[in-house]
């Protein structure tokens, strides 16, 4: 028989740990399931640094962003746990964008300026700057690994009931006011059912899957194409720990031969206790999540040694450290966001959306309390290109 209740949250991501702690926020009744214990590497939100990253010309992300940096810190005072620490991000390379994002920024707050290479160099001698500099001082690095825990002490400080190691293996849609969820405990150290299946009888239900969404929901929703790869930074030692560093983005030029050997633009920041984290962007090999090896590819390895060579000489190329996760991305890379009857979606975020998670979080709740759409661009309806 199944257990009546009002909100199930399928997927203890940082997506689904946010509108949990959203809904209960609003007085909501919510149970969140998550198959793997906290803190797991199974996903893509784990790891103790993601840039928040205010380089946005885009009047969607925009206002998220400008939502997002106060939500930050009222997580960290409901909760008690430093989240986000603004070092700033300085952008370099050949990025067309950059008098668009500097232009674009003031208009939401927050503050752009350009500073010539020798300028940054001096400021932050452990990156060799290429072209002139765009420095957002209000950008910052988060730390996942303390976001997402501090947003299910949050929810269920608020009453939220978040169990780990409970696998939503099937649900059907009865009515728009009943879903049913059905859940398999799982063991905690193999991952095996263990113990009896329960069915929840959900009221609404937000799914935030990542990189299982497709398995999950992919035959019953409309999903735009969810492409899921595994992705393979590294941190480097740094040489000198009195050094200063930003968070950085660095775009390649592709008509300048010097850069063939990138496989993609590269993103960066410092992590304390584990030195510079650098990786290429959406470049990993394409992959069924429940079959990863966690094996990394030695020719992006290589050449991501190389660029630490050559463009960040505060650190020991030769000393990385490789770290494996998972991106799920749309063909633009927009985010969805958006609801079908009692069933509330939120996927695509790999990459660039670890930032926006406490503003996606509040549209989550939104769609379930039928407050207003999600903008637009995410829609599933949206054309994707």
Known sequence: ???????????????????????????????????????HKNGASHGASRNFNLSYDDDTYLPLLAEALPLWRELEAESGVSVLEQVGLANHGANPAFDAIAEALPRYGFDAFFLTPEEAGERWPGIRFDGRVLVTPQAGRLDADAAVSALQSAAAAGGASVRHHSRVVAMRVVSDDSVLVEVQPVDAVSGEASGARYTLDARRVVVTLGAWTAKLVGSSLALPRL???????????????????PGFNHAQSPTDRSYDYWYSNVYGMFTPGQGVKAGWHGTG??????????????????????????????????????????????????????????????????????????????????????????PALFSLHASRG
Request: contains cysteine; glycine residues 10%.
């Open 227 to 245: 492409v899921v790869t595994q992705e393979q930074p590294a941190h480097f030692a740094v040489r000198d720990a009195s050094l200063d560093w």
């Open 285 to 374: 090999e394409v992959i069924d999540p429940d079959a990863r090896t966690f094996r990394s590819d030695a020719d992006q390895l290589a050449a991501l040694q190389r660029y630490a060579d050559e463009w960040l000489p505060g650190v020991d190329s030769d000393s990385p450290v490789e770290i494996s996760c998972t991106y799920t991305t749309t063909a633009d890379s927009n985010f969805v966001v958006d609801s079908v009857g009692p069933l509330s979606i939120g996927a695509g975020f790999s990459g660039h959306g670890f930032k926006f998670t406490p503003s996606i979080g509040r549209m989550l709740a939104d769609l379930v309390d039928d407050v207003g759409p999600a």
């Open 1 to 39: 028989m199944a257990t009546r209740v009002d909100v199930v949250v399928v997927g203890g991501g940082a997506m689904g740990s946010a509108a949990a702690w959203q809904l209960t926020r609003r007085g909501r009744e919510v149970t969140l399931l998550e198959r793997f214990g906290q803190g």
